[in-house]
């Protein structure tokens, strides 16, 4: 059973940066693609980014374009989003999760088999 554990969350005031990890352990072999999502209070969990291990390509949400990036943390079978620039709208509990969806299906929440706790970061103006 995959288990996933995100860290890195915190308070900042936009324009600052964060580094949010995402480390995965137990029957790793089968994951295809480590995704972040993001939910704020109201709202539906959106996509934020992906890395898929086949091919080690990333994927973004339009809206974190340019701000925010995805890496690969082989020592420590994690996934590391950097996230800069960050505005009040970033606000939100990131998850990290874990699963083997197509790549049309990338951004889909429910396609994906496990999740972590999730962490919070709040952007203040």
């Known amino acids: 059973q995959v288990q996933l554990a995100e860290s890195g969350g915190g308070s900042v005031q936009a324009g600052a940066s964060l580094r949010l990890s995402c480390a995965a352990s137990g029957g790793t072999s089968g994951i295809g693609t480590m995704a972040w999502f993001r939910q704020a209070p109201g709202k539906e969990r959106e996509f934020v980014g992906a890395f898929r291990y086949n091919g080690g390509r990333t994927y973004y949400a339009d809206s974190v374009k340019g701000r925010f990036s995805i890496a690969r943390d082989r020592a420590n079978s994690a996934i590391d989003l950097q996230m800069n620039d960050l505005k009040p709208d970033d606000t939100a509990t990131y998850y990290c999760?874990?699963?083997?969806?197509?790549?049309?299906?990338?951004?889909?929440?429910?396609?994906?088999?496990?999740w972590g706790q999730g962490t919070q970061v709040t952007v203040s103006s």
């Open positions: 999760a874990a699963g083997r969806p197509i790549l049309s299906a990338i951004e889909t929440a429910s396609i994906y088999l496990y």
